[in-house]
């Protein structure tokens, strides 16, 4: 039968390890309402920017920026 003391020493290694998982749960999380915000933003400068008929190179800045949004979420790992 375990002592006292190895029950106490696994109850904190759980808590090492819940933290941990906690930890990187909200990381994803946080990586995913930046990336939600700049797809927003993008968004709303490809409307403007059609709705204005925008200048080649604003058309090109959202273009731009659509490129990084997309290879940003290509490089995210999976959880």
């Known amino acids: 039968m375990p002592t006292l003391k190895e029950i106490q020493a ?3 290694s759980l ?3 819940l ?3 906690q930890q990187q749960v909200k990381d994803l999380l ?3 309402t930046a990336t939600i915000a700049t ?3 993008t968004i709303a400068a490809l409307q403007a920017s059609q709705a204005d008929g925008g200048t080649p190179e604003e ?3 959202v273009i731009d920026k ?3 949004t997309k290879t940003d979420l ?3 790992a999976a959880p």
Do not use: G, P
């Open 66 to 68: 659509l490129t990084a």
């Open 15 to 17: 808590q090492v390890s």
């Open 30 to 32: 946080d990586q995913n």
């Open 59 to 61: 058309r090109q800045a």
């Open 10 to 12: 696994l109850a904190d």
């Open 19 to 21: 933290d941990a998982e």
């Open 39 to 41: 797809l927003n933003e």
């Open 74 to 76: 290509e490089a995210t």
